[in-house]
């Protein structure tokens, strides 16, 4: 696949979107987005295009990291950019942001958007819009603090209602660096995974363990899922989870 | 020598309230903008010691309101936004309430939640890290927990301690923070802070419907790429500049807010648009609209706070308290209508 510059508009009345990728339609098992969500949310297909900070993608998807307060979503977005830990020097997410990262799989340019939002429940009501045109979650739990996993089915609940019937989601318990303070067994995580039938990995944005994974394994399904080859095997998330995830060391629970 | 010159280089990365410099500030040409900074400091500072005359008293006035346009001297910031907010009254009339809703029983929920958000609350300032003595946590702690027990209704909501965080850090007295913290969660800002933060949501679209009216180039891209203000601007009414803009602008906002009421945050927020207005028209996606709502809140504009605090009087042109009510009237209404 070629990767020629995408043409950019000039000026600012005319074209707006020129340099932006096709609609959403192109991708036929994501949602369109509503009409007063990014248009460039939306995977594309089949022309290269030009990311905001001059990379060149093939695809595009929204992802977005949901979960309590203080469970690590900043953190975690953080190791998977930049490849640092925020110890220490990091705020308190107020609202929504979003930050792009550009990864190949398979051969293919993706890029994810991937929105951090602000956990308190008093902001999700802000958050809730940006539900519906996201094609994946990652839904973190601290594995330190038993609420946020007590909470997983609240926020299930909450997604169901808001996000899209066939969104790529992901259970994740964060934090598994701490083995002294952990109070929820990765056994309890699986389980619960289990019964909603979604994947589930632990990770340490401190220490990196399956942060990787977890953004690559949702990109492979999203890339899978929007430029399905003919020949090709489909792509089974759950095995491909199971099969990479790392686990947390020598200080199991 | 080596040692002064070492303790001159520490000051530096440190500025004056605590916090650090980032590794890319631009040292030469802040020096360049505080040298003449300080002339107008000096001369503000000799026009309100004839002001209050040694007394630790103000009454309201058009002269008080002009002085505080051009700027409270540090040392007087504490007392004036006492006064001028109410909280000083408050205060007096309720000897001893602060320490009750201290020793009181506490609402556990409220004070994980709290917790939480200790170690991200200004990480980059030195008076707030665990180590510090005295270690200004703990009394950004009791502050929050006191005002979430006093306002139930309010409770907790991160921007708080940020917010909090600066009453702090500029009065330097734990029970007027709390007061102050009162004065604008309570009567100045309208409703941003409760669960269904209906009065910032309201806010956000007054705040569109203004920019439609004043900048409309800039509300027509909004619009043509779906950009919700609640995207770009929720950070600036939620911690109030904090974080945002430099820490000396944000004080100065913060002023005329004690004095003028939620009003001010429309004025910077239509300045910055505004002034920025060819700037943001460039943006030809959504990612870069977003790009360029926080790249005009960097830069000489916004750190020359005195120009600044002038252009916010003049640029957005007239902005009547009877339009902003209209406004937030009808723009309830349509939140509550989307639920």
């Known amino acids: ?253 | 020598m080596a040692g002064l010159e070492d303790g001159r280089e520490w000051a530096y990365r440190v500025d004056p309230y605590g916090f650090e410099r980032p590794d890319d500030f631009d040292y030469a040409s802040y020096e360049a903008f505080f040298s003449r900074y300080l002339v107008v400091l000096t001369r503000r500072a000799i026009k309100w010691s004839k002001l209050l005359k040694g007394k630790n008293s103000i009454q309201k006035s058009l002269k008080v309101k002009r002085y505080i346009r051009k700027g409270i001297p540090n040392e007087h910031r504490a007392l004036i936004w006492m006064i001028v907010s109410g909280a000083q009254t408050n205060m007096e009339q309720n000897p001893g309430y602060y320490q009750r809703l201290l020793e009181g029983e506490k609402n556990d929920k409220l004070v994980e939640a709290i917790k939480t958000d200790m170690n991200r609350t200004f990480p980059d300032n030195v008076k707030f890290r665990k180590t510090a003595d005295p270690c200004l946590q703990h009394t950004l702690y009791n502050v929050l927990v006191a005002y979430g027990h006093h306002n139930k209704a309010v409770g907790y909501c991160q921007g708080m301690n940020f917010i909090a965080g600066y009453l702090i850090l500029i009065t330097k007295n734990e029970e007027e923070s709390f007061w102050l913290l009162d004065a604008l969660i309570g009567r100045i800002l309208p409703d941003y802070y409760s669960p269904a933060m209906l009065g910032l949501k309201t806010d956000q679209e007054v705040l569109g419907e203004l920019v439609k009216m004043k900048v409309p180039a800039v509300a027509e891209l909004m619009e043509r790429h779906g950009v919700m203000w609640t995207l770009v601007v929720s950070r600036w009414f939620i911690c109030l500049f904090i974080d945002i803009l430099p820490v000396e602008t944000v004080l100065r906002i913060w002023d005329c807010l004690f004095y003028e009421g939620s009003k001010i945050i429309f004025r910077v927020a239509l300045t910055l648009i505004k002034q920025h207005q060819a700037f943001i028209l460039e943006a030809t996606n959504f990612p870069d609209i977003c790009d360029k709502f926080k790249q005009i809140t960097k830069g000489t504009f916004v750190t020359e706070c005195h120009t600044f605090m002038q252009k916010i009087f003049t640029e957005p042109g007239s902005l009547s308290m009877a339009t902003i009510d209209k406004l937030r009237e009808t723009c309830r209404e349509k939140v509550l209508s989307q639920g």
């Not at chain 1, 993706?110 to 802000?126: C, H, N, P, Y």
């Not at chain 1, 995974?193 to 399904?221: Q, R």
């Open chain 1, 1 to 253: 696949m070629s990767r020629k510059k995408a043409a950019r508009s000039k000026g600012g009345g005319s074209a707006p979107s020129a340099a932006l990728p096709p609609p959403a339609a192109a991708a036929p098992r994501s949602p369109a987005p509503a009409p007063e969500l990014p248009r460039n949310g939306g995977a594309t297909s089949g022309r290269p295009s030009l990311s905001s900070s001059g990379e060149f993608y093939d695809l595009a998807f929204k992802v977005m990291l949901v979960g309590d307060s203080g469970v690590g979503k900043t953190c975690l977005l953080v190791r998977f950019k930049d490849g640092a830990f925020l110890a220490g020097s990091f705020i308190s997410t107020v609202g929504i942001d979003f930050r792009n990262k550009v990864l190949t799989v398979d051969g293919v340019k993706v890029k994810l958007q991937i929105w951090d939002t602000a956990g308190q429940e008093r902001f999700r009501s802000v958050t809730h819009a940006y539900y519906r045109d996201a094609h994946a979650l990652l839904l973190l739990y601290d594995v330190t603090n038993k609420a946020s996993f007590d909470n997983i089915q609240a926020w299930l609940t909450e997604i169901h209602e808001y996000a899209q019937q066939d969104v790529v989601l992901m259970l994740l318990g964060n934090k598994v660096d701490s083995a002294q303070d952990r109070v929820v067994k990765r056994e309890d995580g699986e389980k619960l995974a289990k019964e909603y039938g979604v994947p589930f990995m632990e990770t340490s944005a401190k220490s990196g363990l399956n942060v990787e994974l977890a953004f690559t394994a949702i990109a492979k399904e999203l890339k899978h899922r929007s430029m399905k080859l003919p020949n090709e095997p489909k792509f089974k998330l759950h095995d491909y989870v199971k099969k990479e995830v790392r686990g947390s060391g020598c200080c199991r629970f």
